[in-house]
């Protein structure tokens, strides 16, 4: 499923053709089901099928002229869906992006400024690189810091902005140093040291950012020993997995939840305290359609006394996009501008539908996310929105 890296390192839409991908863009059969499939497919001039039709007319500089791309929130669909097995979202519509920023006159005011700040202060908030880690005094559970303490660690937690700032993201930042702590791993985090992984940039394709953000944590990370890194983000997995390996980081990065399934005896033996609720599950895009988890996140919650799971209409492949990837978190005031409804109000009505008491995500975009949507569902308190670390965290005794 994933398009060769080596071969699509620098490539552009001028020399695509000379790749494998290129030659597989070819077989396009004109089907149309990446267009059925995408969530804003109905709102941009040109779709997916539209957008290779046109590159197969040498007009591919009349879709970047367009904003179809700047609506593209990498949701993998189209991907997953085409039968040509042609790698649109990790490949092509990259390369439109790319054109399409550099094209637009002006980028959307909140996109701009994620950007700017990500430039500026190493995350799209804008917030002190001083304070990434102010985090770790509120947690119960001792959390190494690599710059205090530099010796060899087993696991690199790339913590990553959403958790390191927000505070329902700290709330799974506390989560994970209780979990980590509590099944003995040996366990640092880069903390003032660490700076966006880069993913929101290279996905809304702004590759100078994203190639400085890259370098800038590629050097940082070769000051230490370590063994793999762990991520609560699955935007930060992509970015490791699929973009840093192009500029030669080479060491395993995992998602926390896979990477949990390997203790999944010891953690379920100390999930005493149960749950007694109702919870459906929003396979995050990136972790369930791009990487094939689909089991995992379900398994945990399996594992936790009390807990009753059920499926919302659309899930595993089929799942609908949160509308955060791609630079969609920070697109929704120009989605509105375009009377386009925010994929997230969208998701939280079938979330409402299943009746549960819980909606558990795995990817840190989520909450803010879901629980900005259940406010305008009128629904906040009726459903709370969980990292499935959350739940495992409450699930456990101190
Ligand atoms: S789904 Fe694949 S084969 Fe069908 S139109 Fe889209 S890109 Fe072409
Ligand atoms: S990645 Fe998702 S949003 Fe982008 S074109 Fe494909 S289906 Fe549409």
């Known amino acids: ?45 040109y779709p997916p099928r539209r957008i290779i039709e046109m590159l197969l007319h040498g007009l591919a500089d009349k879709v970047s002229d367009t904003d179809s791309m700047l609506k593209c929130v990498n949701c993998y669909a189209c991907m997953a869906k085409c039968p040509r097995g042609i790698h649109l979202t990790e490949v092509l519509l990259q390369l439109i992006k790319e054109q399409t920023i550099l094209k637009l006159p002006t980028l959307p005011a909140e996109l701009q400024k994620a950007l700017e700040n990500s430039y500026r202060y190493g995350n799209p908030m804008g917030e002190s690189g001083r304070k990434r880690a102010n985090w770790v005094a509120t947690s119960k559970y001792p959390v190494r810091i690599l710059s205090q303490n530099p010796g060899p ?6 913590v990553e902005s959403y958790p390191a700032y927000y505070p329902r993201g700290q709330d799974t930042c506390r989560a994970i140093a209780k979990i980590f702590n509590r099944l003995e791993i040996d366990f640092a985090i880069l903390g003032n040291e660490e700076r966006s992984a880069g993913e929101c940039g290279l996905l809304a394709w702004e590759t100078g950012l994203a190639e400085a953000l890259i370098d800038y944590n590629i050097s940082i990370l ?15 997995l992509d970015a490791f997995n699929y973009r840093y390996r192009m500029y030669g980081f080479k060491k395993p990065v995992y998602h926390i939840i896979p990477f949990l399934m390997p203790y999944y005896d010891k953690l379920k033996s100390m999930l005493t305290r149960p749950l007694n609720y109702s919870v459906t599950y929003h396979d995050s895009c990136c972790l369930g359609r791009h990487n094939g988890f689909f089991d995992e996140p379900r398994a945990l919650l399996n594992a936790i006394p009390g807990i009753k799971l059920v499926e919302m209409f659309h899930h595993r492949i089929n799942s609908i996009c949160c509308g955060g990837g791609g630079g969609g978190m920070w697109l929704d005031t120009y989605f509105k501008s375009q009377n386009m409804e925010r994929l997230s109000d969208i998701r939280i009505r079938e979330a409402i539908a299943t009746g549960a008491d819980i909606l558990a995500v795995g990817c840190p975009y989520e909450i803010p996310r879901f629980e900005d949507a259940l406010k305008v569902a009128g629904y906040e308190n009726k459903m709370v929105v969980k990292d499935i670390v959350e739940l495992l965290s409450e699930s456990m005794e101190d």
């Open 1 to 45: 499923m994933i398009a060769d890296l080596e071969e699509i390192k620098g490539v552009t839409l001028e020399t695509i053709y000379e790749t494998s991908e290129g030659k597989l863009i070819l077989t396009c059969i004109q089907c149309g089901t990446c267009v059925g499939t995408c969530p804003h497919g109905e709102y941009m001039k």
């Open 222 to 236: 070769g000051k230490y020993t370590f063994n793999k890194i762990v991520t609560s983000d699955p935007h930060a």
């Open 153 to 158: 660690v087993d696991v690199l937690w790339f």
